[in-house]
């Protein structure tokens, strides 16, 4: 039970990270989110909640909305680099937790 909610702090509630590492590579869409969540990281979220966690990360100023030319049916979302520079915060404080936790 532990290591199942360890497991989903880690990964669904802090879906913004995964989000953000993926689009630190390339423009993605919501539903394009959804999957690379799975074959990238190992685990599935509903594509509704994909779409709450872009609306929230852009009303941060964490991604941005993009035009991609030859596909106007989707909406494309890439990081900001405020949103890059949250994520490194974010890493460093997993890096810092992690080495705290650490057995001998």
């Known amino acids: 039970m532990a290591y ?7 990964t669904v509630e802090n879906l913004w990270m995964y989000i ?4 630190s590579e390339k423009p993605m869409y919501a539903y394009e989110i959804k999957r690379a969540l799975k074959e990238r990281f190992g685990f599935t979220v ?3 909640t994909v779409y709450m966690v872009l609306y929230k990360m852009t009303r941060e100023g964490l991604v941005e909305k993009v035009p991609v030319e030859g596909d106007s ?5 890439k990081s900001t680099k405020r949103g890059l520079d ?3 915060e974010g890493l ?3 890096e810092k937790t ?3 936790l650490s057995l001998p």
């Open 20 to 23: 953000l590492k993926m689009l």
């Open 46 to 48: 509903a594509t509704i």
């Open 86 to 88: 949250t994520l490194r």
């Open 92 to 94: 460093k404080f997993l």
């Open 98 to 100: 992690l080495k705290t």
């Open 73 to 77: 049916r989707r909406q494309y979302y």
């Open 4 to 10: 199942n909610r360890l497991t989903r702090k880690l």
